[in-house]
């Protein structure tokens, strides 16, 4: 097994994905031989009482045998790639796919040999199992199995011809005996040989190809991560050097407010008032934007109790102007035992911000946002429901994609850049949450599907 290992290029030893592409592999291939199990039954069946072909006494059997051990080798097969343990190691993924095919081609040999060996039309599955095999193992592996394969099946072949083994003929399948044409068998091996050897070749040549590919593709989105990593850290970096000269500011408001500048009239002293609050808003503002960059960067959460209905009333009442001004109602609805939960209040606040003001924007005048909040016994579940526009169900999957926008939006020329819905489902996933999307919504009207976003959070 270490040799195989050795046979594999580097770029795989190294690509994460190419081991998972393995998983999935043998999880496929199992179940794809249950299949083939069931078509061996019908196989059966057909040859016998739809053709009306002969089989011999021992081809019954040996087609039965047969039968139950693929059964019994991949239901094996199946408990072994289920263990975690065992699935865990990459070693352990090219051994269970290089076993698999080891019994495959056992049993189509014996299958093929009992089926009229160079006459049975199933010799056609030793190409479909080269290429099969050549997704995964290392070519030169394959070339070798290949070649082993072609000298078991030149052996028997020709030992038929001479008549040292009995030839297993399916009576009625052929007028002619082509095993003992010696022009016809080395004409069959040769050609069966280089196809073999070619759909090795092509298979495995396209394969590499295509992972080297998904390598670039790999380096070059680690790029984009880095690049955005070092923007983030440029972000944090240049606000909160804008933070100490606010907080400065800040506080020689207080000394002027606290009278140690001398006296103020109450006009100029409200006006101090005021500008000391701007400046609290400002800091409130850059620690956001921080913990916003420092989420982003290494998904790091400030967790603690918080109090969702007052933390969503907050959004409400801060969107609610804007609301009015399109003589859109908005409510919110809290049903259940009011109950506290964990998280990251900037970045829900974010997030339900993001929906609510979401959810008038895309609402047209004398419209209907509805904002419910239901504490259901270990689980808070925050509704935003609108009689919008809605979003078109060929958008659907894609929505929470970065830069995407549903398009009946760029129709209607409505301004946005698609990152909002991105950031609000990380932050979702971030708190194990659950975000749901469904348009048409349940206050739908005749021309207005409307949008319904669900969110699922435990408390």
């Not at 078991?152 to 009576?171: D, N, Q, R, T, Y």
């Not at 005996?177 to 298979?203: A, K, P, R």
Request: aromatic share 12%.
């Amino acid at each position: 097994m270490v040799l195989i290992m050795d046979l594999l290029p580097t770029s795989f030893k190294i690509y994460d994905e190419f081991w998972a592409t393995i998983k999935r592999y043998n999880q496929w291939f199992i179940k794809l031989r249950f299949w083939a199990v069931a078509s061996l039954i019908l196989f059966y069946f057909f040859i016998r009482f739809v053709l009306g072909l002969e089989l011999s006494e021992i081809q019954d059997k040996v087609i039965i045998s047969i039968t139950g051990l693929i059964l019994i080798y991949n239901s094996l097969f199946m408990r072994i790639h289920k263990n975690n343990s065992y699935s865990q190691n990459k070693v352990n993924e090219l051994r269970l796919e290089l076993y698999q095919m080891f019994f495959d081609l056992f049993s189509l040999s014996i299958l093929v040999y009992f089926l009229g060996g160079i006459e049975a039309p199933i010799f056609l599955f030793f190409i479909f199992h080269m290429i099969i095999g050549s997704l995964i193992l290392p070519v030169l592996i394959m070339y070798l199995i290949a070649g082993t394969l072609i000298v078991f099946f030149s052996l028997f072949s020709f030992l038929e011809l001479s008549g040292i083994i009995p030839h297993m003929a399916v009576k009625g399948l052929y007028n002619h005996h082509f095993y003992n044409d010696l022009n016809f068998v080395v004409g069959f091996i040769f050609i069966f040989s280089f196809m073999l050897f070619f759909c090795i070749y092509l298979t495995s040549k396209i394969v590499q190809e295509l992972y080297a590919r998904e390598g670039h593709l790999k380096n070059a989105l680690d790029q984009l991560n880095e690049a955005e990593a070092s923007k983030q850290k440029y972000i944090m970096a240049v606000v909160h050097e804008l933070k100490s000269p606010i907080a400065a500011a800040s506080s020689f408001l207080d000394l002027v407010i606290g009278g140690y500048a001398g006296s103020l009239d109450e006009s100029a002293k409200d006006k101090i008032v005021k500008a000391r609050r701007r400046t609290e808003e400002s800091i409130e503002t850059i620690n956001n934007i921080l913990r916003v960059s420092k989420f982003r960067l290494m998904n790091k959460l400030e967790v603690e109790s918080i109090d969702i209905i007052k933390l969503i009333q907050k959004i409400v009442d801060s969107i609610k102007p804007v609301a009015d001004r399109k003589n859109i109602l908005i409510s919110l609805v809290t049903k259940g035992i009011h109950t506290k939960i964990s998280g990251d209040s900037v970045l829900l606040n974010l997030a339900f911000s993001n929906l609510i003001s979401n959810s008038v924007k895309y609402t047209p005048k004398d419209g209907q946002v509805d904002v419910v909040i239901i504490f259901d016994k270990q689980k808070c579940i925050i509704k935003v429901i609108d009689d919008g526009i809605g979003i078109p169900k060929v958008d659907q999957d894609k929505i929470f994609e970065e830069f995407y926008r549903a398009s009946n939006a760029k129709a209607k020329n409505i301004e946005g850049t698609g990152t909002g819905l991105n950031v609000v489902k990380q932050v979702v996933e971030s708190h194990k949450g659950k975000l749901e999307l469904f348009s048409p919504s349940e206050i739908e009207k005749n021309d207005r599907p409307g949008t319904e976003f669900r969110i699922t959070i435990d408390i």
